[in-house]
């Protein structure tokens, strides 16, 4: 069920909004679990089952981490869970079975959750429809951003609801839903005519370029604003995920700006826990480019994402070395430079 369809903004969100006021406030989480369960299996129907089973796996995990610390018994729990959620993850990628819309979102969700409890950041949730509401929150299930469980933990328990604040969720959801509907979809209208023509000229390859460019961005972004702005409404605050990335100066730059959930994500639960950037050079452009192969993957089990993501850790290495400072003195080319690469 998209956000932009007719069954979303017509039936199950104002049938979702009323459920989500009237039952009392400490059943709020279940009718957000139980409402979010139905949106995944409008058109998911098999998979929810898997998704289902995921939660409570990490469920009794994150209780048995809690109980054993980081002892030796705590990291094998750590480590089998990691094993399990990556490789349930890794199966359906990979493979020629039908892949589970989300599951590269709420996997990353709940590895953020274990692996944060294990580091003491993040405390036991053993309320099970906590954790499940969660993890299967409907706003962000589909196409992020990818929500951390410390981020939460405290609205998961209390959050309050204000006028002000429905408002501007409500505004933040209609202009994720102008951006969906008026751009992306017309521009995704010019790039079908531009697949189907026999007729490519340079001129119609360049417009298909940009139009493909800006399609991505104002589909993705619009997701995810509507994301945020339905999190507003049901008294959270989710983290911003892009923030104008096309205006960046650099690559570099531009990947602080694109998707800054998946990147933060990266960073912090494997570019650091690898050595980051505090170890010697050959070490240090390993990391980078373990963590540029896997963001390549993250977006598709193909070679092309493979590749796509080893260029850019290319291309970010290269900048770091040469081109940071001068890129800063180019203006003008240096947007030039990132729009042509990107």
């Known amino acids: ?77 750590l480590w089998g869970t990691l094993a399990v959620g990556v490789g349930v993850l890794c199966f359906y990628k990979f493979s ?54 410390v981020d939460i933990e405290k609205q998961l328990q209390e959050r309050t609801h204000s006028f002000e604040m429905t408002l501007a969720g409500i505004q933040r959801f209609v202009i994720g839903l102008s951006k969906k509907i008026l751009i992306s979809n017309a521009l995704g209208e010019l790039c079908e005519i531009f697949k189907a023509s026999d007729e490519k000229s340079v001129v119609f390859f360049w417009l298909y370029a940009i139009s493909y460019t800006l399609q991505i961005y104002f589909d993705f972004s619009g997701y995810s604003d509507m994301a945020i702005g339905l999190g507003k409404i049901f008294g959270f605050h989710f983290l911003e995920n892009f923030d104008y990335p096309y205006v960046s100066k650099s690559i570099t730059e531009f990947w602080r700006r694109w998707h800054m959930s998946l990147g933060s994500w990266f960073r912090d639960y494997v570019y650091i826990p690898l050595g980051g950037n505090r170890v010697r050079k050959s070490r240090w452009y390993f990391n980078i480019f373990v963590v540029w192969a896997l963001t390549g993957l993250w977006h598709g089990a193909a070679p092309n994402f493979l590749i796509w993501g080893l260029l850019f850790g290319v291309i970010l290495v290269f900048e770091k070395h040469f081109l940071l400072k001068k890129l800063e003195k180019a203006h003008i080319w240096n947007h030039v430079y990132v729009l042509l690469l990107v």
């Open 96 to 149: 020629d079975v039908a892949w589970p819309i989300g599951i590269s979102f709420y996997t990353f969700q709940l590895i953020s959750y274990i692996v944060d409890v294990y580091r003491g950041t993040a405390a036991v949730q053993k309320n099970l429809v906590n954790l499940g509401a969660y993890v299967t929150m409907f706003p962000q299930l589909i196409a992020g951003p990818i929500v951390r469980y």
């Open 1 to 77: 069920m998209l956000f932009s369809s007719i069954p979303f903004l017509y039936y199950f969100l104002p049938c979702v909004l009323i459920l989500y006021h009237i039952v009392p406030k400490k059943c709020r989480n279940g009718a957000l679990l139980l409402v979010s369960l139905v949106f995944y299996a409008w058109g998911e129907p098999k998979f929810v089952f898997l998704m289902i089973g995921m939660v409570l796996f990490h469920y009794l995990a994150g209780i048995l981490i809690g109980k054993y610390g980081q002892t030796k018994k705590g990291k094998i729990v």
